[in-house]
């Protein structure tokens, strides 16, 4: 009998440890958190953190700055899946500890699985690879002053008054505007245990005056911020957010507790006014009999709750897996992330996953497939279109990591300070974006500023050592001589200078080519640029450049172009010492002779070039006017 | 029981305390009898040597860069005890006490800086650093603008504030964050006075609108102005429309440029909330800009320049932008009976070859402080740009001499303004490393148009300049606190309260389509 209670923590304990377990291991695996720490360029509100003084008593001065400095440390933990995955973890796990706790304070015990929710958005929301982790930790240290005061239960009035005025100031210095929150479930605690009236408004005022006293009086915050920071209803939030209805998970996880222990209270209310218990058995006896059996049917089989409960939690994550998990958005992130880490077998990899036609996945997978050599054989195997190649249309303004990585790549080095200062700009100081702009300007010869940037690098908590490395390495080399990405750089940078506004496609594969002939990639871009435009007179008129880059033989798209080539000419054009590849010249004349009678009013043709020779360059040909259309 | 714990606890507080001074115990001024003279200056930064320092300027602390084990630097002149401050880490602070005492008992004195470096056991000592203590206070109070170097300012943090010079306090005055990550823009102020203060903001969400700040009470007002100008007696306010398109470098240093497709002046008179113009400052075959009064308030300075491409004309750049160089002229203007007189030209670009950008008159009339770049109009983002002062006293033939001043540097100096006595002047620099704006403050000597060597804004980190990645620009020097700041202002942009504008002058007076994307071209 003495062991029941610590059997009942070891079952306790090890339910948590099971079922906590399996959302690390979801979020490690499955979600890959290290995928959200590099944003792929789209979550903008990923928090930089860096080791310096300065970056913490910057947070200081504004409140809920201490939580978004602890924030913004944690969240440097998602660099590493696995640490990252432990983190988000750990705040859900402490959250449910809390909420178990209140639960039992206000008597809804019977409630305590609720404790999962916290758990279950956190699954939701970084299944859809967005980043929501700031809010969790606010709840945790909101539910963790809850927890604490309930647990107090001090009888001295003004003691009370005291503690709770006391814990809004320090929790709004901490936390900000969600003692809004903490305001709410001590309202309905002290309700529902008819504590001292008086004391209690006093307490809903103060929490009503504190954000305005502390926030603006104190810390000279703005009106506009004080009730809103890190809230899900800030305008900080609302106007980054695309999809307002993903927010809804955060006011769940902001407001479910407070509405639960609200509905409580009025149920209370209400029953008492029916005066007596009696009638809720009367009201109820079914209710209470089926639970009378279920208390019977667990008793007879002890095995059977747990099975029931991991079963309810395997239904529970499939059903996240299956209906929420964003499994496009995921190839998204992966495809950018391999691109940063130069992985260009996993580019590939992931874009061929990735179910419909994307530019950005496109601009991706070209720039992978040219650097395993593929470009000119591959590329039409996936769905083109001219504006993927620089991601040049007007929408694509806003899209900037993809062309920082390609234009990197061309040696295209102003357009990448430009798309990295815009960056920046948006998404902050991310290392990314850093390394970025130190390359950039190094190859510049651009010193002074790259050790701005260089000294800002060396204190962040993971990438410190790529900038230490460039500290020391300008010390005994300082222009770089030894460097091979910098050289390489310095070599293909163009030299002619123009202005634009409108990213000129033509003109700066030609500028760089011009700097540079054996420029193979801008080569190989510039003839990409004319099978996209459909330009075969410029692609065969540029055979001749091939021999000198060291071309063995004519790629697959390059051979297909020319026959086309000579098929619309009428007669051939030199091949300059190449020649056609038998496979390729018996698809194409296959291609064409469908395309012939395409064209002869045959639409059944069109369905088996689609069929047999969509990876063709001939039907991209065929199809560009459609394409452009869309 | 309760009572030992306590103890305890008591004894580990002490025990950190005491680990804690220990640590910031300060070093015991060493007695240095001998020492090794090294004969060349010791490198320190920012570089603070040979130059005039303003008498009320808040301590010049520094950074040594040079090695030792131990430093000791001695701050002297001719009055009065020595600062000595003696360090491990090369970072020198100076107590601010000390320093104030030093600086305000000996104006018109030198400023010396003896270096000390300790390496093993030997001591080293550099040259003396010499540098001026003014006379002539400077304005007490600067203000600027603070960014990322954005090329379209999206949602990062932007922020006019103001700087205490005789401390390191600064104030937001107006943050983007207050108004939804809006935009903030030129400020302008009256005189040098706070008593009439134009601040301009941008925002999806409140509108781009100017912000009246006259005798202490902050109101908008319904209109937006570019660049903008106060006439010396507080009641108009001169302003410029210009429709800004930004374009990018395929190789030079600086990635950027922007060019005007037109631009014209325009003027708001207070009293009356009337915007008006005259065709002499808005001409349509010229583009004027960059408007400022004189002191006296009878003559409108600004850059005028021939429109060199037709209005339809949408390529960007358009082809002659790199030959468009811009006059600085003037014109006279009566207020009280609210006539223009004839525009002067005062500066024909074409004639030296060079684009005469921004011209700020000296408080006392007596001098035109400008850009001079080799073409354009945004000499932020002109690494050519270099300042200029012409004399505004004609010489015997009628010709306005101009000399290049000595203080500037290989790559951009801009946004320039005098101090209220004429004695200093402020202006953004890209010379610590090309791309970010810094503050540099000038000694100028009124009576021969002479600037002296040009230091940066005093900062109580060193390092601070080392490490931010922000740009500052407009800095703008003023007598008094700006009376109306931070919420006081934000409330004010996010109210729907307007004055509202009579407005005769619409960009359609332009003759082209409103600017669209280019509202939030970066102006650093």
């Known amino acids: 009998m003495e062991n029941q209670p610590q059997k009942q923590l070891y079952k306790y304990l090890l339910r948590n440890v099971a079922i906590f377990s ?119 240290v909101v539910l963790a002053f809850v927890s604490l005061y309930f647990s107090l239960k001090i009888k001295n009035l003004f003691l009370d008054l005291m503690v709770l005025l006391l814990l809004s100031v320090f929790l709004y210095v901490i936390a900000g505007p969600a003692i809004l929150v903490f305001a709410l479930l001590v309202l309905f605690y002290r309700l529902l245990n008819s504590y001292n009236f008086s004391v209690t408004i006093i307490f809903v005022v103060s929490a009503l005056l504190i954000p305005y006293l502390i926030g603006v009086i104190c810390f000279k915050g703005s009106l506009n911020n004080v009730y809103t920071e890190l809230m899900p209803f800030s305008w900080k939030v609302t106007t980054i957010e695309p999809k307002p209805m993903s927010l809804v998970w955060m006011y769940i996880l902001y407001f479910w507790l407070p509405a639960i222990i609200a509905g409580y209270y009025i149920y209370i209310l209400v029953n008492n006014k029916l005066s007596n218990a009696a009638a809720e058995k009367k009201h109820f ?53 391999y691109l940063a880490q130069r992985n260009w077998k996993k580019v590939i990899s992931s874009a061929e996953r990735f179910p419909t036609g994307s530019y950005y996945i496109v601009n991706s997978l070209n720039q992978a497939l040219y650097h395993q050599g593929r470009l000119g054989e591959d590329m039409f195997a996936f769905p083109q279109h001219p504006f993927a190649l620089f991601l040049s249309e007007k929408s694509h303004i806003s899209i900037h990591w993809p062309k920082i990585s390609l234009l990197m790549d061309l040696g295209f080095v102003n357009y990448v300070e430009h798309e990295v200062a815009e960056s920046l700009e948006k998404f902050g100081s991310r290392p990314y974006l850093l390394k970025n702009m130190i390359i950039s300007l190094l190859a510049k010869r651009n010193y002074a500023t790259a050790n701005a940037y260089l000294n800002q690098l060396s204190k962040t908590i993971f990438e410190h050592k790529w900038a230490d490395d460039y500290i020391e390495r300008l010390k005994t080399d300082p222009d770089l001589k030894n460097d091979q990405r910098i050289q390489s750089l310095r070599k293909n940078m163009p030299s002619y200078n123009h ?132 | 029981m309760r009572k030992k714990y306590l103890l305890i606890l008591l004894l580990l507080i002490l025990a950190l305390v005491g680990v804690v001074a220990l640590g910031y115990r300060p070093q015991p001024t060493p007695k240095i009898d001998a020492f090794d003279t090294i004969s060349s200056q010791p490198q320190i930064s920012p570089d603070y040597a040979d130059v005039v320092f303003p008498p009320n300027i808040a301590p010049a602390n520094f950074i040594i860069k040079e090695q030792a084990d131990l430093y000791h630097v001695k701050i002297f002149s001719s009055i009065g005890p020595k600062i000595e401050i003696t360090a491990e880490d090369p970072a020198i602070i100076i107590p601010p006490e000390k320093w104030r005492r030093l600086l305000d008992e000996n104006k018109n004195s030198e400023l010396s800086i003896d270096i000390y470096t300790k390496n093993k056991d030997s001591w080293q000592k550099f040259n003396t650093i010499k540098n001026k203590i003014a006379n002539d206070p400077i304005d007490p109070y600067i203000v600027y603008r603070r960014m990322r170097p954005t090329h379209y300012r999206m949602r990062g943090k932007v922020g006019i504030y103001q700087r205490d010079l005789t401390s390191y306090n600064e104030v937001p005055v107006l943050e983007g964050t207050n108004h939804r990550n809006g935009c903030v823009n030129c400020h302008t ?42 006439h010396p007696s507080g009641r108009l306010l001169s302003f410029s429309v210009n429709e800004v398109r930004q374009f990018f470098y395929g190789t030079k240093n600086e990635v950027r440029d922007a060019f005007d497709r037109d631009s014209m002046l325009a003027y708001y008179l207070v009293d009356k909330k009337t915007v008006k113009t005259s065709p002499k400052i808005s001409s349509p075959d010229r583009q004027e800009t960059y408007p400022t009064w004189s002191p006296d308030g009878k003559y409108l300075y600004f850059s005028s320049a021939p429109m060199l491409w037709k209005n339809e004309e949408q390529m960007v750049p358009p082809d002659k932008f790199d030959e468009l160089k811009y006059d600085l002229t003037r014109i006279s203007y009566d207020i009280e009976t609210d006539t223009w007189g004839q525009v002067e030209t005062i500066i024909k670009g074409e004639d030296i070859n060079k684009t005469v950008l921004l011209p700020r008159i000296s408080p006392d009339g007596r001098w035109a402080l400008v850009c001079m770049a080799d073409y354009g109009c945004f000499p932020a983002f002109r690494p050519t740009s270099d300042l200029y002062v012409v004399d505004l ?132």
Not at chain 2, 449 to 469: C, N, S, V
Not at chain 2, 504 to 513: I, K, Q, S
Request: proline share 5%; hydrophobic share 45%; charged share 20%.
């Open chain 2, 393 to 524: 006293i004609p010489d015997s033939n009628g010709q306005y001499k101009y000399k290049k001043l000595d203080i500037n540097s290989d790559v951009s100096e801009s946004y320039h303004s005098f101090s209220s006595n004429s004695k200093w002047i402020v202006f953004s620099s890209k010379r610590r490393d090309s791309i970010f704006t810094r503050p540099y403050i000038s000694s100028f000597e009124p009576d021969t148009g002479i600037a002296h060597k040009p230091f940066l804004l005093p900062q109580k980190d060193p390092e601070y300049f080392d490490r931010t990645l922000r740009t500052f620009s407009l800095p703008a020097l003023i007598k008094s606190p700006i009376a109306v700041t931070g919420e006081g202002l934000a409330k004010v942009v996010r109210s729907s309260k307007e004055i509202k504008v009579n407005m005769p002058v619409t960009m359609a007076t332009l003759g082209v389509p409103s600017a669209g994307g280019a509202e939030y071209i970066s102006q650093e």
């Open chain 1, 22 to 140: 399996a959302i690390w291991l979801y979020l490690w695996f499955i979600v890959d958190i290290k995928l959200i720490y590099h944003g792929a360029g789209r979550i903008l509100d990923f928090p930089c953190f860096f080791k310096t003084s300065q970056f913490f008593f910057s947070h200081l001065s504004y409140p809920a700055g201490l939580l978004e400095y602890a924030n913004a440390f944690v969240s440097q933990m998602f660099y590493f899946s696995p640490l990252g995955a432990a983190a988000i973890t750990i705040v859900v796990w402490l959250s449910a500890v809390f909420i178990r706790n209140i639960l039992t304070k206000v008597d809804l015990t019977r409630l305590s699985f609720l404790r999962f929710l916290p758990a279950l958005i956190a699954v939701v929301t970084f299944s859809q690879y967005t980043y929501r982790f700031p809010f969790f930790i606010v709840m945790m």
């Open chain 1, 285 to 337: 006896p079914k209710f209470a009999a089926l639970k009378a059996k279920t208390v019977l049917l667990f008793k007879r089989s002890p095995v059977l709750k747990p099975i029931l409960q991991i079963a309810f939690g395997l239904i529970l994550f499939a059903g996240v897996y299956f209906f929420v998990f964003d499994s496009s958005r995921k190839i998204l992130f992966q495809v950018d992330y």
């Open chain 1, 499 to 630: 202005g634009f506004s409108v990213f000129p496609i033509n003109d700066v594969l030609k500028g760089l080519l011009q700097k540079n002939p054996e420029n193979k990639m801008a080569f190989e871009y510039l003839m990409t640029w004319y099978l996209l435009s459909g330009r075969i007179e410029k692609v065969v008129a540029r055979f001749d450049i091939m021999n000198t880059l060291g071309y063995e033989k004519l790629p697959k798209y390059y051979q297909q172009a020319y026959l086309l080539h000579t098929m619309a000419m009428g007669q051939k054009a030199s091949l300059k010492g190449y020649k056609i590849d038998p496979a390729v010249l018996k698809t194409s004349r296959e291609a064409i002779g469908y395309f012939n009678m395409l064209r002869m009013g045959d639409e059944k043709a069109l369905d088996t070039l689609s069929e047999k020779y969509s990876d063709t360059y001939i039907f991209y040909f065929i199809s560009l006017p459609s394409i452009m259309q869309k």
């Open chain 2, 189 to 230: 102020f009256c005189n040098n006075e706070t008593k009439n203060v134009i601040i301009s903001y941008r925002s999806d969400h409140f509108g781009n609108k100017a912000l009246l700040i006259k005798d202490g009470k902050a109101q908008k007002i319904g209109t937006k102005f570019t660049y903008t100008s106060w």
